[in-house]
T-cell receptor, first 111, second 114 residues
Framework: RKEVEQDPGPFNVPEGATVAFNCTYS??????FFWYRQDCRKEPKLLMS???SGNEDGRFTAQLNRASQYISLLIRDSKLSDSATYLC????????????FGAGTRLFVKA | DTEVTQTPKHLVMGMTNKKSLKCEQH?????MYWYKQKAKKPPELMFV???????INESVPSRFSPECPNSSLLNLHLHALQPEDSALYLC?????????????FGPGTRLTVT
């Protein structure tokens, strides 16, 4: 089993749609969680950190469920510019340090 | 300003060449990272420096040699690479190593080994 697993893509949605991505992690020593977006042939850019209390940034909402070991990202009112690959990232800090990226979910938003 | 710079943007090298990749940040971050990313795959961690000391080496072949001359600079020295080493090499930095700190990435160096 992969340490970080994401929904397989691609997701094809119309502009204005709401889309949700899920990510599960297997290591209970995981301590911090992030969503990054990566455009084609560009570097990953931090979208948001994910906290147990949930956090929102404009049209984006992230949730963390430690008991079930999953993270979610909700995008409301999708824009064409949201088309990208969304990467779930987990930092494991106990007894060492690892940064694990999920394989990413590709999103296409169409007019 | 969350800016990490990398040079060169593109690099083509033969298998017998020696070259270096450079990364720089002026955010006062004390942890810096090298990642390798192949097409359609996520980044894979190679090395981590914390306070200018090598903290993690993810079993990377010795033909890749990292160096951290000071807290703002990170180099990756390349020697006798193989064609399968062709990839996007990403540098990142964070305030300190590990949770809860976010990592900020540079634009990467696209390396082709011929």
């Amino acid at each position: 089993r992969k340490e970080v697993e994401q929904d397989p893509g691609p997701f094809n949605v119309p502009e204005g749609a709401t889309v949700a991505f899920n990510c599960t992690y297997s290591n209970s020593a995981s301590q911090s969680f992030f969503w990054y977006r990566q455009d084609c042939r560009k570097e990953p850019k931090l979208l948001m950190s994910v906290y147990s209390s949930g956090n929102e940034d404009g049209r984006f909402t992230a949730q963390l469920n430690r008991a079930s070991q999953y993270i979610s990202l909700l995008i409301r009112d999708s824009k064409l510019s949201d088309s990208a690959t969304y990467l779930c990232v987990v930092n494991i800090g106990t007894g060492g340090f690892k940064t694990i990226f999920g394989a990413g979910t590709r999103l296409f938003v169409k007019a | 300003d969350t800016e990490v710079t990398q040079t060169p943007k593109h690099l083509v090298m033969g298998m017998t060449n020696k070259k270096s990749l450079k990364c720089e940040q002026h955010m006062g971050h004390r942890a810096m990272y090298w990642y390798k990313q192949k097409a359609k795959k996520p980044p894979e961690l190679m090395f981590v420096y914390s306070y200018e000391k090598l903290s993690i080496n993810e079993s990377v072949p010795s033909r890749f040699s990292p160096e951290c001359p000071n807290s703002s600079l990170l180099n990756l020295h390349l020697h006798a690479l193989q064609p399968e080493d062709s990839a996007l090499y990403l540098c990142a930095s964070s305030i300190e190593q590990g949770p809860p700190y976010e990592q900020y990435f540079g634009p990467g160096t696209r390396l082709t080994v011929t």
